[in-house]
């Protein structure tokens, strides 16, 4: 493995990171430190990705194995608290609620929110507090102040996620971080080609969608095509599009064509598991066993499910029974010609 491997994978991390999808950060992430065992930056990152899903106790486990390294880094000894810190204030707040001490779990939430006056697990839980303690109104404020905190981001970090999301896939996402920034910033034409084209791309997949639906295949066909002329470098959309038109061209007992946009979606995302699938089992219903056996093998490997194992072996008894039928009219073929 190469450093670049490294890289590529904590770049992939940060931008899911800043987009909040910490899960898939924290994958990306472990990728990175099998990759290379002593990469601070990425132990750094992934503790904080388990801080912001709230699983203090995970985050700290991050911290101890980056202990075990001798860990020099300077940052590491500023965060290596907070979790802990974090998780015997939640822990001991939920204790005080349970016993009815509301007026102590006050005092304890008000001292957490000094710390983090921005985590939003703990002002949901004043928020709780404040009910319990009958005062209303203060609970509303403190709610609304969550809410606000969630949705309190700039135009220029807006259209950023919807950037980030337009190319992994994800137009219809992205859509709602383009609008949202268009309110903001209505002004703003930096991102507003890259909204259109997010626009254009959930039209046409749509309208393809309810058209395979109602089987009007051949206005499914047109959407679908249609699509993909929006954007060429949109590589993972486009791989979406290839193996929508595959299940069209299906329908349409057009095998070739619609193996040959399953070759495409594969060679725009490599990984694309329903890409391999599909084409499997076009490849399997069109007598080509060598080749089904192939992608059904890459599925397997993909993912280690019962049914990809039992069509994997159903594409080798296949294989075994049209080879066996290839002899015997070999011979067949032999005995004539000597006659």
């Not at 057009?254 to 070759?263: F, G, M, T, V």
């Not at 599909?278 to 093998?297: I, M, N, Q, T």
């Not at 993909?302 to 011979?331: G, H, I, P």
């Amino acid at each position: 493995m190469t450093p670049e491997n490294v890289v590529f994978h904590y770049n992939r991390a940060l931008s899911l990171y800043i987009l909040n999808l910490f899960s898939e950060s924290i994958k990306e992430l472990s990728k990175c430190i099998a990759l290379k065992g002593d990469f601070t930056s990425g132990y750094l990152l992934k503790a904080m990705c388990y801080i912001r899903l709230q699983d203090f106790h995970t985050a700290s486990k991050v911290y101890q194995n980056v202990q075990k390294l001798d860990c020099e880094d300077s940052r590491f000894s500023d965060f290596e608290r907070i979790p802990m810190e974090y998780s015997r204030s939640v822990i001991y707040i939920n204790q005080l609620m349970r016993n009815n001490q509301n007026e102590e779990a006050l005092k304890e939430v008000n001292q957490a929110l000094l710390f983090s006056n921005h985590c939003t697990l703990f002002m949901r839980m004043k928020a709780t507090v404040l009910l319990l303690l009958k005062r209303a109104h203060e609970s509303k404020f403190f709610a609304d102040s969550t809410t606000k905190i969630l949705s309190s981001l700039n135009a220029d970090e807006l259209n950023f996620r919807g950037f980030c999301l337009y190319y992994f896939g994800e137009v219809e996402k992205a859509v709602v971080y383009f609008q949202y920034a268009s309110f903001l910033m209505p002004n703003s034409r930096y991102f507003s080609h890259f909204n259109n084209r997010a626009i254009s791309f959930c039209v046409f997949k749509e309208n393809g969608k309810q058209a395979l639906i109602s089987s009007n295949m051949s206005v499914a066909l047109q959407n679908y095509t249609s699509a993909l002329n929006i954007d060429y470098s949109n590589k993972w959309e486009n791989a979406k599009i290839h193996f929508n038109r595959s299940i069209v061209y299906g329908k349409m007992n057009q095998s070739k064509e619609a193996i040959e946009d399953c070759s495409i979606a594969i060679r725009l995302n490599k990984k694309y598991l329903k890409a391999y699938a599909r084409r499997a089992k076009l490849l399997l219903e069109s007598k080509l066993y060598v080749k089904a056996l192939r992608d059904f093998k890459i599925v397997c490997n993909l993912d280690d499910k019962t049914v990809n194992k039992e069509m994997f072996e159903e594409a080798k008894r296949n294989l075994v029974k049209s080879s066996m039928k290839y002899k015997r009219s070999q011979q067949v073929q032999s005995q004539f010609i000597r006659i």
